[in-house]
């Protein structure tokens, strides 16, 4: 599987936009980018998913660059609650569904 | 509609008894995932289900660890003996059929908080 290299922690301020980066330089042409995030004592939820374009829906927009060595998560208003860990997995079709969780982000959202 | 959900949502035991837990997956998932977390560690995954079989159990760290999927439905993982390494947060995950245009995402449980004394 790809790897992924995340920013351990990230401060955002409440009602600004979440930029949180992700970078997979070894990513193959058949790996789809995900975003799950786990807010404290909860199980991980899926955020958003890309393979070459990018993506939005009601949560968060997805960047994936061009060259698709990385992508950025955007939460465009972030709000208290969306303090949690956010992981970015590259996901590869030939070795199942499984998701291979790093380390992840640390995002805080102060008032 | 009913989300993933699992049983118990804590379970104390001493070291070397059996411990069940259940997962419930939504209605209709194909695939059925047991993750956990130790403490301090990432999340692993532990194996997957496609209906009934057994498609990836290479997460699965020894042959104290027995997981069954009875029918294509709910599943259960079975730790016989337990030792205290056992202890985390085992979480199961649900998701649909793989589709040509993109591998669906999978829904999670509040988990099942694991300790061994």
């Known amino acids: 599987d790809a790897k992924t290299t995340q920013p351990t922690s990230m401060d955002c301020a409440e009602g600004r936009a979440a930029n949180l980066p992700c970078n997979h330089s070894?990513?193959?042409?058949?790996?789809?980018v995900y975003w799950y995030r786990q807010i404290h004592s909860q199980g991980p939820q899926y955020i958003i998913h890309?393979?070459?374009n990018n993506e939005t829906n009601e949560m968060a927009s997805l960047i994936i660059t061009e060259d698709r060595k990385s992508s950025t998560l955007i939460l465009p208003h972030a709000t208290l609650r969306d303090t949690a860990v956010y992981y970015c997995?590259?996901?590869?079709?030939?070795?199942?569904?499984?998701?291979?969780f790093g380390a992840g982000t640390i995002l805080r959202v102060k008032s | 509609e009913a989300g993933v959900t699992q049983f118990p949502s804590h379970s104390v035991i001493e070291k070397g008894q059996t411990v069940t837990l259940r997962c419930d997956p939504i209605s209709g998932h194909d695939n059925l995932y047991w993750y956990r977390r130790v403490m301090g560690k990432e999340i692993k995954f532990l194996l997957h289900?496609?209906?009934?079989?057994?498609?990836?159990e290479s997460g699965m760290p020894n042959n104290r660890f027995l997981a069954e999927r009875t029918g294509g439905t709910y599943s259960t993982l079975k730790v016989q003996p337990a030792e205290l390494e056992d202890s985390g947060v085992y979480f199961c995950?649900?998701?649909?059929?793989?589709?040509?245009?993109?591998?669906?995402?999978?829904?999670f449980g509040q988990g099942t908080r694991l300790t061994v004394v």
């Open positions: 070894t990513i193959s042409g058949n790996e789809y």
């Open positions: 890309g393979l070459k």
């Open positions: 995950a649900s998701s649909q059929a793989d589709t040509f245009a993109s591998l669906p995402e999978a829904f």
């Open positions: 289900f496609v209906k009934e079989s057994k498609q990836d």
């Open positions: 997995i590259v996901q590869n079709r030939l070795y199942g569904n499984k998701l291979v």
